[in-house]
């Protein structure tokens, strides 16, 4: 049983790969941005909860640039969610494991989507017999959601303004240079973005991201080898 054996598959890839990232747009990333308001929330800021960000709908959290990025590269980002540092007992602390709790919880989406994909194929065999077409669908759908989770996630550990990472970041450097990144923050974005564009990033991203997608696949295997 092969999931890439179609007739018309770069017709078929397509459409699977429109159907992810539509998907990521809608439901994982507001999944993520949850995920920052809600740790906030959780360890004292409630400046998320009062702006209405913590929410899982998505017309509370998507950027509209951000968005087309996602459907045409398949990395972009979302409205950031509001934190107010000085409302933690520990600043860097709060605000590094907010930032955080988005990447962790793509990371926690792809595996979910990785199982998924294993079970399809552990105990699909009848529906793939029936229908290929709708299995191979199914099948690439979750694996295509679940590697752009990852790449999400590689992408928004970067240590650069203004994504997750320069938060994380913060939590080691000295605050004196924080705050002097922090005033280039717009121009750095717009280069980011540039060197998005332009593929510069591709090669670290893909290596990372390949390198993780591999030991999630390997981990969402593990329970289905027992049958």
């Known amino acids: 049983m092969s999931i890439f054996n179609l007739g018309n598959t770069d017709k078929t890839q397509m459409l699977i790969t429109i159907a992810a990232r539509v998907f990521i747009l809608l439901c994982v990333m507001p999944i993520h941005e949850y995920a920052h308001a809600l740790i906030a929330d959780k360890m ?22 951000g968005s087309i990025m996602i459907l045409l590269c398949g990395i972009g980002y979302a409205n950031p969610v509001p934190v107010n540092p000085n409302n933690f007992k520990n600043s ?108 510069v990033l591709s090669i670290p991203i893909s290596f990372l991201s390949n390198w993780i997608m591999t030991a999630l696949s390997f981990l969402a295997k593990l329970p289905f080898k027992l049958f």
């Open 92 to 199: 860097k602390k709060g605000m590094a494991l907010t930032a955080l709790a988005g990447p962790v919880s793509n990371l926690i989406m792809s595996f979910v989507f990785l199982l998924i994909f294993n079970a399809f194929l552990s105990f699909g065999v009848s529906l793939y017999n029936k229908n290929e077409l709708f299995f191979t669908i199914i099948t690439r759908f979750f694996y295509f959601a679940a590697s752009i989770n990852v790449s999400l996630a590689v992408f928004n550990l970067l240590p650069i303004p203004p994504l997750d990472g320069s938060r994380i970041f913060w939590a080691i450097l000295p605050d004196k240079y924080y705050f002097k990144v922090m005033q280039y923050e717009r121009t750095i974005m717009m280069v980011l973005f540039v060197l998005l564009f332009l593929g």
């Open 44 to 65: 004292g800021d409630k400046t998320a909860r009062l702006s209405g960000r913590l929410t899982l709908s998505p017309f509370a959290h998507l950027n509209l640039f």
